[in-house]
């Protein structure tokens, strides 16, 4: 079936690092790709999506491109901060159902 | 702005015992589902609705049950608790048909469900 695959964690960083969190999918049919965030002890909340090949979402300084010939659906951010720790979930839409990837935490430091 | 509304948010449970997970979501959302995360895991669906009265399986449907007798409630029952169903749940709603014409899906805050 469906399936996302994303860089294991944990990140760190130094604030105002430049980010990316790699993530590949599989996928028999043309999914919507998306990322969530997840703070602590919150749910998660959608932080960009693309619906077909060569979109790209953004949203807050985060980009990613939907990329068909690589699968891939990477996301990148050019300065962190601290505010950005959480932890980020790759994934696409099959069906009715949404395949997550594991999850990556990132930890911006001052 | 309520959006999902998830109750209670934190729940022990001694093996054998039975209880529901509540959602509630006030944006006439037709999609609703069921989620678990478990560490290392992502999360899996458990339950899905499109409408009232409409029901089915995820990847992860066992020892779960659900209904949906009204467009803004969706409750997950756990039947006889396991272990193996310690986890944290969220419950989500989207527009119609869901997340396969790219809607966004909408997540509530999570349950804390610990079995002993």
């Known amino acids: 079936g469906d399936s996302v695959t994303q860089m294991e964690g944990p990140v760190t960083l130094s604030e105002e690092a430049f980010l990316t969190i790699n993530c590949t999918y599989t996928?028999?049919?043309?999914?919507?790709l998306f990322w969530y965030v997840q703070y602590p002890g919150e749910g998660l909340q959608l932080l960009l999506k693309?619906?077909?090949?060569?979109d790209k979402g953004s949203n807050k300084g985060f980009e990613a491109t939907y990329r068909k010939e690589t699968t891939s659906f990477h996301l990148e951010k050019g300065s962190v901060q601290v505010s950005d720790s959480a932890v980020y979930f790759c994934?696409?839409?099959?069906?009715?159902?949404?395949?997550f990837g594991a999850g990556t935490r990132l930890t911006v430091k001052p | 702005n309520a959006g999902v509304t998830q109750t209670p948010k934190f729940q022990v449970l001694k093996t054998g015992q039975s209880m529901t997970l509540q959602c509630a979501q006030d944006?006439?959302?037709?999609?609703m589902s069921w989620y678990r995360q478990d560490p290392g895991m992502g999360l899996r669906l458990i339950h899905y609705?499109?409408?009232?009265?409409?029901?089915d399986q995820g990847e992860v449907p066992n020892g779960y049950n659900v209904s949906r007798s009204t467009t803004e409630d969706f409750p997950l029952r756990l039947l006889s608790a396991a272990p193996s169903q310690t986890s944290v749940y969220f419950c989500?709603?989207?527009?119609?048909?869901?997340?396969?014409?790219?809607?966004?899906?909408?997540f509530g805050e999570g349950s804390w469900l610990t079995v002993v």
């Open positions: 996928a028999t049919g043309y999914p919507s």
């Open positions: 944006m006439n959302h037709e999609y």
């Open positions: 609705s499109v409408g009232a009265g409409i029901t």
């Open positions: 989500a709603s989207s527009y119609s048909s869901g997340p396969s014409s790219g809607n966004t899906i909408y």
């Open positions: 693309a619906t077909k090949a060569d």
């Open positions: 994934a696409l839409s099959d069906y009715y159902d949404m395949r």
